[in-house]
């Protein structure tokens, strides 16, 4: 068993949220695979802004219902 595999066994979680994690792993591998630990952070910081305006979304809507 690879690394990648043995850290696909360890990944935990419910329904939704295991998906999550799972698909943020494999970006992240496949992102080391392509190019190292600098694609790794590009990846991390492309996933982090999106994150970013979906909470900046939800917080936009929460004050128009106030």
């Known amino acids: 068993m690879n690394y990648k ?3 696909e066994k ?3 979680g419910e329904a939704n949220e295991l998906d ?3 698909e943020l792993w ?3 591998n496949s992102a080391y695979e392509q190019g ?3 694609t790794i ?3 991390l910081i492309k996933d982090s802004d999106g994150i970013i305006d979906e909470f900046n979304e939800l ?3 929460l004050r128009e219902k106030l």
Do not use: D, F, P, Y
Request: proline fraction near 0%; glycine fraction near 10%; avoid cysteine.
């Open 5 to 7: 595999e043995a850290v």
């Open 10 to 12: 360890k990944i935990t």
């Open 20 to 22: 999550r994690r799972s």
């Open 26 to 28: 494999g970006k992240v």
């Open 36 to 38: 190292g630990e600098n």
């Open 41 to 43: 952070k590009s990846v």
């Open 59 to 61: 917080l936009e809507q």
